[in-house]
């Protein structure tokens, strides 16, 4: 095998490992979970995935590739699934203020993530990307954990009886699943 097929094939093995971790959180909630031990199980992957995408400054391309589009679909697929399923709720709990401001709060990351997206293709083997890659994992992290995690969120989940925290948690997991792996036809 050359040396750039072998290279490839470990990482599409990488990325579909990095991968795991966040269909076995998808999982959780088609035995009958509920959606917020899901949710912060997918803030945590995606904050690793931040992490190492900003500390892979020594890495190839290949792999700096691998990480972007990890942690692309890791976010779209997250942020659709929080955008249809959980901040409606919000919405209808009467939390409408919040469920706005949470969505524009995606919208920034989503130019922040295609910024990034462009920066990485026109830049391979610079550092150039490197700035874009910190403001994401700022503008994440202080999404997940002043906005969501330390309050919206837990009290959404305590307005909520199980039945209707079982019902989002089905939601978020079918928009979850509707985001296409770019990774599985690499």
Do not use: C
């Not at 097929?5 to 579909?16: E, F, N, P, Q």
């Not at 692309?72 to 959980?86: D, F, K, R, T």
């Not at 706005?100 to 083997?125: F, P, S, T, W």
């Amino acid at each position: 095998m050359s040396a750039p097929a072998l290279s490839r094939r470990l990482v599409i093995a990488g990325a579909a490992a990095a991968l795991l971790p966040m269909r076995e959180a998808i999982a959780q909630v088609r035995g009958g979970g509920d959606w917020l031990p899901m949710v912060r199980a997918h803030h945590q992957l995606i904050a690793r995935s931040l992490q190492e995408l900003v500390a892979s400054t020594d890495r190839n391309f290949l792999q700096r590739d691998r990480l972007v589009r990890t942690v692309g679909y890791q976010l779209s697929a997250h942020s659709l699934a929080e955008e249809n399923a959980i901040y409606p709720a919000l919405a209808m709990a009467g939390m409408k203020t919040a469920s706005d401001r949470l969505y524009l709060d995606q919208g920034h990351a989503k130019v922040i993530n295609a910024q990034l997206d462009l920066a990485v293709r026109l830049n391979r083997e610079g550092r150039d990307w490197t700035e874009h890659a910190q403001a994401l994992l700022a503008s994440v992290m202080r999404h997940v954990v002043e906005d969501e995690e330390r309050d919206l969120f837990p009290q959404l989940h305590r307005r909520l009886n199980a039945q209707q925290n079982a019902v989002i948690g089905q939601t978020y997991a079918r928009e979850f699943d509707l985001v296409r792996d770019p990774l599985r036809e690499a």
